[in-house]
T-cell receptor
Framework: AQSVTQLDSQVPVFEEAPVELRCNYS??????LFWYVQYPNQGLQLLLK??????LVKGINGFEAEFNKSQTSFHLRKPSVHISDTAEYFC??????????????FGQGTTLQVKP | NAGVTQTPKFRILKIGQSMTLQCAQD?????MYWYRQDPGMGLKLIYY???????DKGEVPNGYNVSRSTTEDFPLRLELAAPSQTSVYFC???????????FGQGTRLTVV
């Protein structure tokens, strides 16, 4: 079984400042890792994903994340945030095992509040 | 293409009533999912389907039923609504495995 913990429920930050949203996971098997973003009153959309290879993954809107296997973490970063980045961010994992059906286990979510 | 379409967007139910949340996709994806989102809890998988005629339970299936008669549609049925089912429900599709899931806009359900 897998679990995902997002270490901060809310992250306030000023516009143009850097931000890091933290995600740790627990799993007895290898997993794929994802970050999704949810803007107000909308569905979720994929920011980025880690499947294999380079541990630094770049996504849309200038976000990137680093997979750290030894620390079982997948933290999301952006060097300079905009007001439009205000949203809820979800970290998720999916089982790599054969027959994977793409089911996602989500963290609790982190609300990023960008202030002018 | 519309992607993933959920109806209705909002609904208020009384305790004990039943309803069906509709989900339709035009992406020709085999995999479909129903999640519920509760504040501070993230999203939890209710049911999923790997193709027409095949469904299976997720983490929180109690109080819900699904069917999948076509590739395009994956309705979620609540038979006896309870206050604990007040939530935002999301339908999603995908090709399984390592690919991304595509989400609908959600249905906000309140049971009073």
């Amino acid at each position: 079984a897998q679990s995902v913990t997002q270490l901060d429920s809310q992250v306030p930050v000023f516009e143009e400042a850097p931000v890091e949203l933290r995600c740790n996971y627990s799993s007895s098997v290898s997993v794929y890792l994802f970050w999704y973003v949810q803007y107000p009153n909308q569905g979720l959309q994929l920011l980025l994903k880690y499947l294999s290879g380079s541990t630094l993954v770049k996504g849309i809107n200038g976000f990137e994340a680093e997979f750290n296997k030894s620390q079982t973490s997948f933290h999301l970063r952006k060097p300079s945030v905009h007001i439009s980045d205000t949203a809820e961010y979800f970290c998720a994992v999916s089982d790599r095992a054969a027959g994977n059906t793409g089911k996602l286990i989500f963290g609790q979510g982190t609300t990023l509040q960008v202030k002018p | 293409n519309a992607g993933v379409t959920q109806t209705p967007k909002f609904r208020i139910l009384k305790i004990g009533q039943s309803m069906t949340l509709q989900c339709a996709q035009d992406m020709n994806h085999n995999y479909m999912y129903w999640y519920r989102q509760d504040p501070g809890m993230g999203l939890k998988l209710i049911y999923y389907s790997v193709g027409a005629g095949i469904t299976d339970k997720g983490e929180v299936p109690n109080g819900y039923n699904v069917s999948r008669s076509t590739t395009e549609d994956f309705p979620l049925r609540l038979e006896l609504a309870a206050p604990s089912q007040t939530s935002v429900y999301f339908c999603a599709t995908g090709t399984g495995w390592s690919t991304e899931a595509f989400f609908g806009q959600g249905t906000r359900l309140t049971v009073v």
